[in-house]
């Protein structure tokens, strides 16, 4: 073998190394970040109870609404949504900020917290068709009746999805609390990023894990 030949080869092997690795970098980059916010989850239910709170939700629209003497930072972890359908788990967290965005699922500031009660409404985001997590991606693949659930460390809430919906991103009024009933929001981009994908979820009084 010449010289000139070896040196077609050794290029052709490291053009398909580098084309395997640029394929390979999403489903690699994917199943890190969910083995980490896994150990997130994990970690935050090893830890002791918390203390404050009385285990009602807040209204939208600040703290001036039971729950809001619970005092979190943009930091902290508030418990974690399951969705069975989606073999999903990943940690809420208290501030809508990058960072969290990037590690997990936000509750947007205004809305109820996600602790249930009557005349609540809780609206939590997650980023779509991110190369490096999948978080909210596929939440369109839920469908009437199936079930996510929302797990802190005091308390265990299912909830039924009831709607799914395409909306405007300055269309809120699916978004707004409806009196006496407990609902949860799902909310996240749409492909173009033009519009917005909600599922809401009604909570279920007899909450099990099913």
């Known amino acids: 073998m ?5 040196r077609r080869k050794i ?12 394929l390979m970098y999403p489903h690699v980059a994917q199943y890190i970040n969910n083995l980490h916010a896994t150990q997130l989850v994990t970690a935050y239910f090893a830890e002791g109870p918390e203390t404050g709170g009385d285990g009602t939700g807040g209204g939208a629209g600040g703290s001036g609404g039971p729950g809001g003497d619970i005092d979190f930072s943009d930091s902290d972890i508030f418990g974690s949504i399951v969705i069975p359908k989606l073999a999903l788990e ?6 809508p900020t990058a960072e969290n965005l990037e590690r997990g699922i936000a509750h947007v500031e205004g809305t109820s917290l996600p602790v249930g009660g009557a005349s609540t409404h809780s609206v939590l985001a997650g980023h779509h068709g991110r190369v490096t ?4 991606t596929n939440i369109d693949q839920l469908t009437e ?12 809430l299912t909830y ?7 909306i405007d991103p300055e269309d809120n009024s699916d978004l707004l609390i409806v009196p006496d009933r407990d609902l949860v929001t799902l ?5 173009s990023r033009l519009q917005r994908v909600i599922v809401t979820g009604e909570r279920l009084l007899n909450d099990s894990w099913t």
């Open 90 to 95: 990943l940690p809420i967290f208290t501030g």
């Open 133 to 136: 997590n999948e978080w909210f």
């Open 11 to 22: 290029a052709s092997v490291f053009l398909f190394i580098i084309g395997l690795s640029i």
């Open 160 to 166: 039924k999805v009831i709607s799914l919906k395409v």
């Open 2 to 6: 010449d010289r000139s030949t070896r």
């Open 187 to 191: 909310y996240t981009c749409t492909p």
């Open 145 to 156: 009746g199936d079930l996510f659930y929302i797990r802190t460390k005091e308390q265990f």
